[in-house]
């Protein structure tokens, strides 16, 4: 008889152990985190024209699939002095005026500090999964109804406090959409440094132009206040009429309130770059007033078939990737809140009416607690919190595409500028080569009394004209190789 209860014992345990061990190997309630593939081009350039297409072949509506691998490595404060595009700039000083930057601005601080948040919340998170235990020692006086007196009872114990099993991966869901956060929040203060670092580049290429068109401001002021002292002289003399003399001291004055407006666009330009880097920049870090603005990127040439994966490394896309999986992982959590869940709450000690016979032999006690919370009737709040995460879910998917197709459409704007610049910068020196050799014959012709001054301060104001234009162009085009650089991630290779 001991033994069949012996045996039924056995075999009624073999079989809880049995059961739970076949609710723990359950399928997944977490739906598929693989990224999606949106309907675009294999690379960023249009299609070929249909005379062309026997040539450059037709690009396919394929898209890479991105699949990171999730490194939850701690951010170091040491790093905030480097940045990503160290060696892209071939300016030091832009260099370190961007590393300054990286160091001291405020709102990069802030979302540092937002990574540093959502990291403790993941390791609280995360401390669900592991059993809780304490340690605690009590002594408890008492008084009985009979009159026997007052009693003393000493004990210590260690206790298990609701342990809970993972039975259908609740808890490690919770895990998986805590890490994933984590991650989406150090991708997107990447992002805030890439971004910082280009509006930095950005900044200081228009304090550079700025201070250019300085240059070529006061030097047509000089040339015209000169034209506008020989037009006294020769109206003295009786060499010129009253109305040349008020032409050119009407360019004169035009000239000047150029040369004033250049000197608040050079300090705004600068107010602009301190408030970026978040403090005063020193003298020897910005550019200096020269007549040809610098080359200060260092961007190689872009292969012709750029693919569309260089996307997949952009810091705001991996942004979205990780939401997009937290968002999963937040369905099956929601899921499993729907099934049973087991609890155990253990304790082990001594307990003894005497404390010099607390640790004595026969004074151990423990206990073993396990509870089941089964759901029957919440009104509907577990399904719909199932419903909320899957629409979340449904969102966070959206909001995956719209980034991957509105970074996509970055890449291929700033391609299609880049690929004009070169021939728009050669035809706009042309123009300021064939304007300053104008001027020079119209200096000469005046000179030998051929033209009149109307026609050499004409000449003066054309060449002042394309050489503001060829400027702007050259800003234009270091600006994009900036922007590019950002819209590609920091790198330009998959």
């Known amino acids: 008889m001991r033994r069949a ?36 081009r294999e690379d960023f350039r249009p299609a070929a024209p249909a005379s062309a297409a026997s040539d450059a072949g037709s690009a396919s509506a394929a898209t890479p699939t991105a699949t990171p691998t999730a490194n939850a490595a701690s951010t170091e404060a040491s790093t905030a002095a480097a940045h990503e595009w160290r060696g892209f700039f071939a300016d030091a000083r832009l260099d370190e005026v961007v590393a300054l930057a990286l160091y001291q601005n405020r709102s990069l601080r802030a979302s540092a500090a937002a990574v540093e948040r959502v990291r403790a919340q993941y ?7 592991l059993p809780e235990i304490g340690l605690g020692a009590s002594a408890t006086r008492q008084r009985t109804t009979n009159g026997e007196g007052a009693t003393t009872t000493y004990g210590v114990n260690l206790g298990l406090a609701s342990y809970e099993i993972d039975l259908f991966n609740r808890l490690g869901s919770l895990e998986g959409a805590a890490l994933s956060r984590f991650l989406a929040e150090q991708e997107t203060q990447r992002s805030a440094r890439l971004s910082l670092a280009a509006e930095v580049a950005t900044a ?37 009429s009253g109305l040349d003399r008020a032409r050119a001291r009407a360019a004169f004055e035009s000239a000047r309130g150029d040369a004033a407006e250049s000197v608040g666009a050079v300090t705004q330009a600068r107010l602009q770059l301190e408030l970026l880097v978040g403090q ?8 200096t007033p020269q007549p040809a603005l610098p080359t200060v990127t260092a961007l190689p040439e872009l292969p012709g078939g750029l693919p569309a994966e260089v996307l997949l490394q952009r810091p705001d896309l991996r942004a979205a990737e990780q939401r997009l ?15 049973p869940r087991l609890t155990l709450t253990a304790s082990a000690g001594t307990r003894s009416p005497d404390l010099d016979g607390l640790f004595k032999s026969g004074s151990g006690v423990w206990s073993l607690v396990p509870q089941i919370d089964l759901p029957l009737f919440d009104g509907g709040a577990r399904r719909a919190q199932v419903e909320v995460s899957e629409a979340s879910r449904r969102e966070a998917l ?58 050499l301060l004409d000449a003066q104001r054309q060449l002042t004209t394309a050489q503001r234009v060829l400027v702007t162009l050259r800003q234009t085009e270091q600006v994009n190789r900036v922007a590019l650089l950002r819209a590609l991630g920091g790198r330009w290779t998959p």
């Open 398 to 455: 959206a909001n995956y595409e719209s980034a991957l197709q509105s970074a996509f459409r970055e890449v291929a704007d700033a391609l299609a500028v880049r690929d004009q610049l070169a021939e728009r910068l050669d035809a706009q020196q042309a123009q300021v080569d064939a304007a300053a050799q104008s001027l020079r014959l119209a200096e000469r012709s005046y000179r030998l009394g051929g033209s009149s001054q109307l026609e």
């Open 123 to 129: 390791r609280i998170t995360a401390a669900d999964r």
């Open 325 to 339: 999986r937290a968002a999963a992982f937040d369905v099956g959590a929601a899921r499993a809140a729907r099934f």
């Open 280 to 287: 005063p920049v020193p003298d020897r870090l910005l550019p």
């Open 5 to 40: 209860r012996a045996s039924m014992s056995l075999t009624t345990r073999c079989a809880a152990i049995a059961l739970l061990l076949g609710l723990g190997a359950c399928g997944s309630l977490v739906p598929s985190t693989d990224t999606p593939r949106p309907p675009l």
């Open 204 to 240: 200081w290429l228009s304090l550079a132009a700025a201070q250019q068109r300085l240059v070529l401001n006061q030097a047509l002021r000089d040339s015209q206040q000169r034209s506008l002292d020989l037009a006294e002289r020769q109206y003295a003399l009786g060499a010129a």
